[in-house]
């Protein structure tokens, strides 16, 4: 069976609710809620596992949050390594209103990550006991982690030469990849943050993957587009799906079960191509879905047939 590993640095529990409308002022009588195990690896850890593969999550815990974020983990069936800090952690939460149609989320910025919990994790990392297939970091940094964090992740992952995959914005995605990484998943905010472009069309979107290929920054790029679909660039080749015709519930998450799909097939020994058809319909199974909750495997293997991987002409 494969195993993947994934690091989350700002985990945080996702609370979720619904009410009729959202006001000003009043109080806001809300639905049941529910709360999910939440920040980017975690999600990624989730999605392998629910699609029948190993996996193993890494992230930190702070105060009764963190004992909570820890249970549900575990209670999912991935198998938790969680680094003890000293702040709380974070609770996001996410609010369907109803008469708008519309979801509002509230992030948290996560406790600071002092000096001596940041050396923790990067000795979890290297005191995994087994080695997985696969290693994806993901999610934003909390405040205090150092700006390079994930490009100093990736450099302990590749001496072991296990591949890893990043989904990351900004600073830290930039260090990334100025390190190297095998895979990453920029959505198209993040791409064009990176490169600075406007990334209109399909060509422009495809010269800066390519760009970040030629530079050895990344071996395989997936360019998330949201309700546009997808593409996926190696060396070699070029790929492009449309997104499925399905009514999108909430796409909260899409990006992280995308590519905890795409890390899942990839891992199982499948070659690019298959693994973009698994991104696709993972990140699709998980719109389908209300509020936080990811999708349901059934989803996955269903919506397959229906992915068109489409060659991009050199
Ligand atoms: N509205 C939608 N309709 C159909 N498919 C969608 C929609 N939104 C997302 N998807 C599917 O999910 C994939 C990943 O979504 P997206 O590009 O929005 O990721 P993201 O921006 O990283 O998301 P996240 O908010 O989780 O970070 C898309 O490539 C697409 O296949
Ligand atoms: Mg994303």
Redesign the pocket.
Known sequence: MPHIATLTLNPAIDVSTSTPRVEPERKLRCGPGRRDPGGGGINVARVVRRLGADSTAIYTIGGFVGRLLESLVNAEGVTSMAIPVRGETREDFTVYDEAADTQFRFVLPGPELEADEWTACLDAVRALGRWPDLFCASGSLPPGAPEDAYARIAAIVAGRGVRFALDASGPALKHALDAGVDLVKP?LREMRELTGLGLEDQASRLAACRQLIGRGAARMVAL????E??MLVTADDAWQAA??D?H?VS??????S?LGAMVWALASGLPPSEAFRYG?AG??AT?LESGTALLAPEDVSRMLADVVIAAIPA
């Open positions: 959505n998330s587009l949201g309700s679909g997808a997104a499925l399905i999108a796409t909260v998450g899409a990006g992280d995308f696709v990140g699709s719109v």
